[in-house]
């Protein structure tokens, strides 16, 4: 398998992020996989939005990623970590199936409507079901990894961060090749001439069927990352404000690049920790201003600081 | 000759208003027939309904002696029907030579890759080949906006010709070209088609082009067919010349590049 630039490029930093792991303090290493562990979700929007559809629902397989390897460890005995993100993302690419029977009918706002229907439908069965918790959720089980049980508290947290790291890395690599790919360029096909796309004799239905089911899958990894991490799971995976945060963190990066959700993401996490920290009652509005900034100032996201420093060194 | 497409009794109706009425047409293989009529006659009517892009209210469609009633464009496509548009149909975010490599895609296999490159080299070289086939090799990495009107053209006929189908629809080849292009575009489109062996059918509403490049005219006017046979015939026909084409003089270039 050879590897192109970019592929070489995030494996440097992905190393890097590991070997930084080492020295960085908890709080950090925290709010790094959590964040590492949303653009992944992110990816998926990122996916759909290359399609033309706009996803306000994923928050509905970032929270079956999260409930099903908190539901492995606490009903099904299923407490290997790698088993449970597995079976999480076995479960999405399942529920994406069916529901992409009816959703990849839709588009424009009729899709992102119905796709944020289906997260509240979850999220409002999740609210009340006794059994998962309710409204507080439920906490995630120790987990192990190939057997061994990593020590609570830093060992775990340094273990799920790292392997967020690795995962995050592994799907990039995919989603980069993906977006070369057959599909992934035609899906952008589809997105700017879907009668043309059908007179090539494709079916634009199955290959935005196709892409939401991988885009659920990779959803479904970030949910269950972040349910090893936090140790806990509850409704809100699934609320359309959670959702709607995924969709900020795409605008946020911009669709230029693989690595733009994740640098989105940390940008994002950062910003809302920071102005939780400084400014506790009017944290909603410093990220509401960070937004508006990006929209006016880099209508293509975080990434094209990047592409334009790029074109200025051709130049 | 064998006959390609055939439709019997087509019908289009919406609501109050008959845009095909009763068409019966047959096109046999290797004929390169001119579809004129003034506007709201049915051509453009007639062309989606037999390439999936319409329902036609009543009657039937064969190609190849199959019925492909109800078939969907992409169906009809892979069955061996491709087709142009009055409008150019590209991706506009992407370059010439990146619309072409889609379509090499496409016709290969109707579920793209996952994970292999789309632009590999086989597909880029071939692209260029067809870049060169059409003249439009200056283009190459132009997105497809920036490029004139009949370059654009032929990057959609190209477009619809990669597949290597057996009939090709064009919808109005020239509109939009300017009066200079228009011989050189249409010589272009007709010896690519003639390489690719392939049966024509296309609407025009120039007359010097019709008389140039077909072997056989059908006129509409109002839904209907009301005159069908050789160029010279149809376009002196008393009929065509009140209702299609006006009282032009009758030229006799005969079928020039044919």
Known sequence: MRLDKTEISLGLVALACVLFGFVSPGWLIFLLTIALAKALVVQGVVMQMRSGLVSFGQGLFYCIGGYTVGMGGQFFGIHDAIAALSLGMFVAIVVAMLLGLLLTRYREIF???????????????????????????????????????????????????????????????????????????????????????EYLGLSPRWLLYGNYVAAAAVSALGGGLTALATGHVDPEMAYWTTSGEFVFIALLGGLGHVAAPFIAAIVFSFVRTYAIEFVPHTWQMILGFTLLAVIIFLPKGLWSLVSREKTGERA | MTCILETRSLNKEFGAVIAAKDLNVQINKGEVVGVIGSNGAGKTTFINMVTGYLKPTRGEILFNGKSIMGHSPRAITRAGMARSFQVAQLFPEMTVIDNLIVALAAAESARPSFLSPLRSDARIARAEEILREFGVENYRDSLVTAVPQGARKLVDIAMALIGNPQMLLLDEPTSGVSVDEKTDLMDTVMNAVRQHGVTVLFVEHDMDVVERYVSRVLAFYSGEIIADGEPAAVLADQQVRDLVTGHRPTTKQGNGAS
């Open chain 1, 111 to 197: 899709f992102a409507m119905l796709s944020l229907a289906f997260s509240m439908i979850l999220f409002g069965i999740l609210v009340k079901s006794q059994e998962l918790g309710s409204t507080d959720g439920f906490n995630v089980h120790d987990w192990t990894l190939f057997g061994w049980a990593p020590e609570a508290g830093a060992g775990s947290q340094h273990t799920v961060f790292t392997m967020t790291v690795v995962s995050g890395l592994i799907v990039a690599v995919l989603i980069h090749r993906y977006t070369k790919a057959g599909i992934g360029v035609i899906c952008e096909a589809v997105r700017e001439n879907e009668v043309r796309v």
